[in-house]
């Protein structure tokens, strides 16, 4: 089977690490990471008062942080499979039809699991 050579396997890996990291750290501003998978986070409920405006914005913070943390959860989620077919030997090969996916695709969109004409 056709694949990438080693050296831009290489390189995506390493820009793919680095994607982690990003999302990790910014999940990690307002969520914690749960022990049941990796890449799942758990937004947190900050508690800023009691009165009823302190309540208001408690939710409404919750919610947009609820928001972004499903966005970028879903993308954490796509570069960790995206690194799990590098380790397996998969990556860059289109799950619908084997064929190898451009380098140029795969540099605009690393976590892509098919060519774009799929």
Same mark, same amino acid.
């Given at each position: 089977?056709?694949?990438?050579?080693?050296?831009?396997? +290489?390189?995506? &890996?390493?820009?793919?690490?680095?994607? &982690?990291?990003? /999302?990790?750290?910014? /999940?990690?501003? *307002?969520? #914690?990471? %749960?022990?049941?998978?990796? $890449?799942? *986070?758990? %937004? !947190? *409920?900050?508690?800023? $008062?009691? +009165?009823?405006?302190?309540?208001?914005?408690?939710?409404?913070?919750?919610?947009?942080?609820?928001? /972004?943390?499903? %966005?970028?959860?879903?993308?954490?989620?796509?570069?960790?499979? @995206?690194?799990?077919?590098?380790?397996? $030997?998969?990556? $860059? #090969?289109? !799950? &619908?039809?084997?064929?190898?996916?451009?380098?140029?695709? /795969?540099? #605009?969109?690393?976590? @892509? &699991? %098919?060519? @774009?004409?799929?």
């Amino acid at each position: 089977m056709e694949t990438h050579n080693q050296k831009f396997l +290489d390189e995506m &890996k390493v820009f793919l690490l680095e994607e &982690k990291a990003k /999302l990790e750290n910014e /999940l990690s501003r *307002f969520a #914690i990471e %749960t022990d049941h998978q990796e $890449g799942r *986070f758990e %937004t !947190q *409920f900050n508690d800023l $008062g009691r +009165d009823q405006e302190d309540n208001a914005h408690e939710v409404e913070e919750y919610e947009s942080n609820l928001a /972004l943390e499903n %966005t970028l959860e879903v993308h954490l989620q796509e570069i960790i499979e @995206a690194l799990e077919r590098i380790n397996a $030997g998969n990556y $860059g #090969i289109s !799950q &619908k039809s084997g064929k190898i996916i451009p380098e140029e695709r /795969l540099r #605009i969109y690393p976590e @892509a &699991k %098919t060519c @774009a004409d799929e």
